[in-house]
């Protein structure tokens, strides 16, 4: 199964690149997770928000191609890792690549919520983006833990 993790941001702290990395190690290969990092549009004075978030929403859509997509937004729906792990076996079994998408600082445009095929909250607070990765990597891992019986998560 080809998991992708599409981020608009770069040059994050250490902390987050490290954290994401061991999360990203520990998966089997049925569900390795490539990181596709994006840098956000500029931002000016000459642009509002809804044209910068145009302008990533483009490159957002061509990163994801080809790819369900899974746009983690806070007006999602929360799931448990429970659900996460049965959705990823269906996804799966179904031969569906899947791209988890992480927007900029102001959001995502309209056009990438609307046309997720999933829209999830990853929180009901509002998480930095560089947390926003290393939570959703570690939420993967515990989720492929879940699907093959291996012990790391715990209810």
Same mark, same amino acid.
Do not use: N
């Given at each position: ?92 079994? $179904?031969?569906?690549? @899947? +791209?988890?998408? &992480?927007?900029? %600082?102001?959001?995502? /445009? ?6 997720? =095929? ?13 947390? $926003?990765?290393?939570? @959703? +990597?570690?939420? &993967?891992?515990? %989720?492929?833990?879940? /699907? ?6 715990? =209810?």
């Amino acid at each position: 199964m080809k998991l992708r993790l599409v981020a608009l941001g770069h040059r994050m702290p250490r902390w987050v690149s490290d954290g994401y990395a061991e999360y990203a190690r520990r998966l089997p290969r049925e569900y390795a997770l490539e990181l596709v990092e994006l840098k956000p549009a500029p931002r000016s004075a000459s642009r509002d928000t809804q044209q910068v978030l145009e302008a990533e929403a483009l490159r957002i859509e061509q990163a994801c191609a080809g790819f369900r997509r899974v746009v983690c937004d806070e007006r999602g729906k929360a799931w448990t890792t429970r659900l996460l792990a049965d959705a990823l076996v269906r996804w799966r079994d $179904a031969g569906d690549a @899947l +791209a988890f998408v &992480i927007g900029s %600082a102001d959001g995502l /445009a309209p056009r990438i919520r609307s046309g997720a =095929d999933t829209l999830l909250a990853l929180s009901a607070f509002t998480l930095p983006h560089g947390l $926003a990765r290393v939570l @959703l +990597a570690e939420q &993967i891992y515990r %989720a492929s833990c879940v /699907a093959s019986g291996h012990p790391y998560h715990r =209810d």
